[in-house]
């Protein structure tokens, strides 16, 4: 996302369509688009503004927010829940319709990760237990 024109150029803009340019004469002598200089100064009649405008989502108001709390007490109560699974009690329990790389992406943000071990049978072979550096004596 790129980064918005400071507050002080916003100002140098307006001043200059204030002193009787048009916006299109301020976008050329500033070298901006014209589409820039003539939203800059419908937000000034509008709003009473030249700052921009927030850029991107504001933090902690998803749609999983709510649920947070039934989110990591369905973590806690079955540490390998799968995704797919969380999200189905999630739609059970509130109504909620949420894909499995969201619930992922929220839970491991709480500090939540699963790491996978080999199944018994993996474990004792030895080619998979080279491969993956495994050893049964450290579990």
């Known amino acids: 996302m790129g980064k918005s024109y400071s507050a002080d150029f916003h100002d140098h803009i307006a001043a200059f369509v204030e002193e009787g340019h ?7 002598h500033f070298g901006v688009s014209e589409s820039f200089a003539i939203k800059l100064m419908q937000r000034m009649a509008k709003l009473g503004s030249l700052l921009p405008a927030q850029q991107g989502r504001p933090p902690g108001n998803g749609k ?3 649920c947070e709390a039934l989110l990591i007490r369905a973590v806690e109560e079955t540490p390998d829940i799968t995704m797919p699974e969380l999200g189905t009690r999630l739609q059970v329990e509130r109504g909620v319709k949420a894909q499995p790389y969201s619930l992922w992406r929220f839970v491991c943000r709480r500090g939540f990760t ?5 199944m018994a ?3 004792r072979r030895t080619d998979i237990r080279g491969e993956r550096g495994f050893q049964i004596d450290r579990r």
């Open 22 to 28: 048009s916006r299109r004469a301020a976008s050329g």
């Open 64 to 66: 999983l927010a709510p």
């Open 114 to 118: 699963y790491k996978k071990t080999p």
């Open 121 to 123: 049978s993996e474990a």
